[in-house]
């Protein structure tokens, strides 16, 4: 598409060459031949600084918040207003507006969104559906996976994934949306046909000040949903459906779709689904209560999104949720070990219910948890306190620092641990080095015991002093213990 069609109708003024334009980025990094460069204002940089590096990669344009004057080679070209909703629209028009060739599902809520989206991808790609996913774990379009950086990319990363889809055939895409991606315009002008709200819980206030700026944040999804699910035994979904009235799905309470006769067992989970549309026995090997509502809440979302569950339902047998969720490490030892990727107060706590319910007659349970850096400091004593209020033994480390003082998050938190426990060298024990603090806490389990390690789940790296360092709970484990079995 050349340059001047793409822009066409939008607030922005262009000198320079027509130039054909291949892709857009505001990340200059991924900049390539015959690509348009957004140089926008960040939190932290202004992408006008790394103009130099993008133009060295051969971007033949460069959009930015005022005009650059740039060499008469290079389109310069100057957004005059919403310079990250203009991008936006931009990357979905140079991409053919894919979402309106896919049955898109949006998932919002603090916890449960990537194990949602993932299923959703897994039970339909199981019915033989393709069905494409942009997340925290994975982006992936047909058989094309590759790692995610953040959990919604910027909108021209995100138009460019749903257009993989398209290429490669798929059905359906299912998204994580956060509420950072709603407010800066990540997701701007998608068309979602099921938009899902799983829950609220605190997290990110440092961003939004507070809980309901949080709640009106995700809300912003339901206007971009030409239909919305709500979890109705959440108490904040309970507030949207009697404000609003959506489409509901729950496990305790009466709603559109909601499964009954809860079996959980330490290898898998039955319920019946029961909805308007009929009823399905619903078999899988997910763990745990909180698994339970991520598996109704997919189910529902893909049956209105207009597939059918006759199909759906028998693939859930088959499904494994997504990396470092609740997810166990064999290594042959004679007690539990499990990681997960809880990092909120209300994560935590749903987390340790469901290792006591786990846990052997006689062992304990060990929580290995932290707070990460440069984010919401008023949940550390939370997070602390749920952790305190249902484990055994406490292995209280760092989690991603970032750029803050790892003794000073372990301060923060530490007074939401009562007295008693801090006192009790055989209950609390801290130490910042997350590594030798999983050693120390396999080197303490009896048999029976099972040990949760919280907080990092699925990543590959831990975060200290701004520099990102490869590490993993599950490799930490597989190295003390002596590798997988």
Known sequence: MKLDALIEGFAVRHSGPDAEVVDLTSDSREVRPGWVFLALKGEKADGAAFVPQALGQGASAV???AALGLPSTVADCAFTEEPRLAMAELARRLHGAPDQRLALIGVTGTNGKTTTTTLIRQLLR??????????????AAGDLEEEAVRTTPESPAFYRWLHRSVAAGDAASAVEVSSHALCLGRVHGARFRVGVFTNLTQDHLDFHGTL???????????????????NADDPWGRGLLEREGHVSYAVDRPACYRAHGLELGPTGTRFTLHSARGSWEVQSPLLGRFNVYNLVAALAACAEAGFDLDRLVPAARKVSGAPGRLERVDCGQPFGVMVDYAHTPDALEKL?????????????????????GDRDRAKRPLMAAAVAAGADVLWHTSDNPRTEDPERILDDAAPGIPEAIRTNRARYHRNADRRESVRQALADCRPGDLLLLAGKGHEPYQEIHGVKHPYSDRAAVEAALGGPR
């Open 63 to 65: 959009i930015s918040e």
């Open 126 to 139: 199981g019915a033989g559906i393709g069905c494409g996913v942009v997340g925290t774990v994975l982006n």
């Open 212 to 230: 309901e700026a949080y709640f009106e944040a995700k809300h912003r999804l339901v206007a971009q949903s030409d239909r919305f699910l709500v």
């Open 352 to 372: 340790l219910a469901e290792g006591r319910r786990l846990l052997p007659t006689g062992g304990r349970l060990h929580v290995l948890f932290g707070c990460g």
